[in-house]
């Protein structure tokens, strides 16, 4: 049997290491690519063109496991605390980044079999699951990404019939970044790794361009 090909773009962060852990434990070939490893930067477009174009894999899951909370002093708890720079960053990180990601590993994809594209999202993305308010920034940079990789999943299901294009929760992870927001539901990476490796391979062409938690429960948009 041909060995499975997995790209993780944010693998030294704490989910991205502990998805190539679990994609290699099922016995999938994992090329790594991270900021801190080999320099990506996910928001220069240049850079990402550069580094994508280096690989000649037909890859059959290509994850994103890049994100950021807040680069400051946390996520905004009111809009009188909403910055410029801060939402731009958020912006550029967690919703240009990963489209950049799409669009210049799009050749990287198989047209011939199954193919998943899937990135990090979360809950608070939801526009319909928005009871709370606060964390402007995160929320729009993660409904952005929503809007995109739906849009994505219309246009490249023209070309690769059976591309699954998709958006997943982890839920909530113990790792730095979730550090200063302690929650008892949190789980260890390797567990969100486990549950999203587990939904991703539970998905068919059908589910293209929807939104998944970590259960695979579709989340609103």
Same mark, same amino acid.
């Given at each position: 049997?041909?060995?499975?090909?997995?790209?993780?773009?944010?693998?030294?962060?704490?989910?991205?290491?502990a998805l190539?852990?679990?994609?290699?434990?099922?016995?999938?070939?994992?090329?790594?690519?991270?900021r801190q490893?080999?320099?990506?930067?996910?928001?220069?477009?240049?850079?990402?063109?550069?580094k994508?174009?280096?690989?000649d894999?037909?890859?059959?899951?290509?994850?994103?496991?890049?994100?950021?909370?807040?680069?400051?002093?946390?996520?905004?708890?009111?809009?009188?605390?909403l910055?410029?720079d801060e939402?731009?960053m958020?912006?550029?990180?967690?919703? #240009?980044?990963? *489209? =950049?990601?799409?669009?210049?590993?799009?050749?990287? @994809?198989r &047209?011939?079999?199954?193919?998943?594209? %899937?990135?990090?999202?979360?809950?608070?993305?939801?526009?319909?699951?928005?009871?709370?308010?606060?964390?402007?920034?995160?929320r729009?940079?993660?409904?952005?990404?929503?809007q995109?990789?739906?849009?994505?999943?219309?246009?490249?299901?023209?070309?690769?019939?059976?591309? #699954?294009?998709? *958006? =997943?929760?982890?839920?909530?992870?113990?790792?730095? @970044?979730? &550090?200063?927001?302690?929650?008892?539901? %949190?789980?260890?990476?390797?567990?969100?790794?486990?549950n999203?490796?587990?939904?991703?391979?539970?998905?068919?062409?059908e589910?293209?361009?929807?939104?998944?938690?970590?259960?695979g429960?579709?989340?609103?948009?």
């Amino acid at each position: 049997m041909e060995e499975k090909q997995a790209l993780v773009v944010g693998a030294s962060g704490g989910v991205g290491r502990a998805l190539a852990a679990e994609l290699e434990n099922r016995s999938y070939h994992v090329r790594r690519l991270s900021r801190q490893d080999d320099g990506l930067d996910i928001t220069n477009e240049e850079d990402v063109c550069e580094k994508l174009g280096r690989l000649d894999t037909k890859f059959d899951l290509v994850i994103v496991a890049t994100g950021i909370l807040s680069r400051s002093s946390g996520p905004e708890k009111s809009i009188k605390a909403l910055s410029a720079d801060e939402m731009a960053m958020l912006f550029a990180v967690n919703a #240009i980044g990963p *489209a =950049l990601v799409l669009k210049h590993a799009k050749q990287l @994809f198989r &047209r011939d079999k199954r193919v998943v594209f %899937a990135a990090l999202s979360a809950r608070v993305g939801s526009i319909g699951d928005n009871a709370l308010g606060g964390w402007y920034s995160y929320r729009a940079s993660k409904a952005a990404l929503n809007q995109l990789l739906r849009t994505a999943s219309i246009e490249l299901k023209r070309t690769h019939k059976q591309l #699954i294009c998709t *958006a =997943l929760h982890p839920g909530t992870v113990a790792t730095e @970044f979730t &550090r200063n927001y302690p929650n008892h539901d %949190a789980v260890p990476p390797a567990q969100a790794a486990y549950n999203l490796i587990d939904v991703i391979e539970q998905l068919s062409p059908e589910d293209s361009g929807h939104f998944f938690d970590w259960a695979g429960k579709e989340v609103p948009w």
